[in-house]
């Protein structure tokens, strides 16, 4: 689906959950960051203190697969909220982000280094 799904669609649906609960008194920008780092941390300790060979299974067993897919979507979730709810338009700040990347990590540099950008 996600190759038929636009971003705007997501907003929308995610707008309309929240509307019909009367969640906008709950959505400042301070709660909404919180929610992405609650659900960022979430996902992270399914991975803690795990192998690498340990955290490939975790994505071949279907139960463990879907707890990750779930605190993926719960993430997503509270970015789209917050770019909803402030006009953000996601696909331009991306592609701006990306540019500046570009500039950071010059090719010739960064490939195959995981240095940031000021030590290459």
């Not at 941390?41 to 203190?49: A, C, K, P, T, V």
């Not at 071949?60 to 509270?78: P, T």
Request: proline share 2%; glycine share 2%.
């Amino acid at each position: 689906m996600d190759s038929k799904t636009n971003i705007q669609e997501l907003k929308d649906k995610i707008k309309d959950f929240c509307d019909k609960r009367d969640w906008d008194q709950f959505h400042n920008p301070k709660d909404l960051a919180i929610g992405i780092i609650t659900e960022a941390s979430e996902l992270l300790e399914l991975f803690r203190f795990k192998s690498e060979q340990e955290m490939e299974a975790m994505f071949a067993n279907q139960e463990k697969r879907v707890k990750i897919s779930e605190e993926l979507a719960d993430i997503l979730y509270f970015i789209l909220r917050l770019a909803q709810k402030y006009n953000i338009d996601l696909t331009t700040e991306v592609h701006n982000k990306m540019a500046k990347n570009e500039k950071k990590y010059p090719i010739e540099k960064a490939k195959g280094s995981n240095k940031k950008y000021n030590e290459l």
